[in-house]
């Protein structure tokens, strides 16, 4: 059985920082894709960054490039999002998922499993 728990969300200033951890305590994970959605109220989810099963090849979407940063542990479902300078824009939902594709997948319909999620508010 699959469970994803993420943790690390909060209440942060505009400017500061925050780390978002994600894992699966079972082992049928170990070769999926992992990735970071986020949904504004009234929006839809989106995309926010994700590495491939074997921690590699790193995407972001282009509002967090340059600022947000994945990390995955090779062939296992253990990871971080690290969000440095924070907006108020980031406000939002955060999801962590799993993709048994393997490879870093980008499209929120690639991913089977999710997260509880975790709330990240910026304030100005």
């Known amino acids: 059985q699959v469970q994803l728990i993420e943790s690390g969300g909060g209440s942060v200033q505009a400017g500061d920082s925050l780390t978002l951890s994600c894992s699966d305590s079972?082992?049928?994970?170990?070769?999926?894709?992992m990735g970071w959605f986020r949904q504004a109220p009234g929006r839809e989810r989106e995309f926010v960054a994700g590495?491939?099963?074997?921690?590699?090849?790193?995407q972001y979407g282009q509002s967090v490039k340059g600022r947000f940063t994945v990390s995955k542990v090779n062939g296992k479902f253990t990871g971080t999002l690290q969000m440095n300078n924070l907006k108020p824009e980031d406000t939002a939902d955060y999801y962590c998922?799993?993709?048994?594709?393997?490879?870093?997948?980008?499209?929120?319909?690639?991913?089977?499993?999710w997260g509880q999620g975790t709330r990240v508010t910026v304030s100005s």
């Open positions: 079972g082992t049928s994970t170990s070769r999926f894709a």
């Open positions: 998922a799993a993709s048994r594709f393997g490879g870093t997948r980008v499209f929120l319909r690639d991913y089977e499993h």
């Open positions: 590495r491939d099963w074997n921690g590699g090849n790193p």
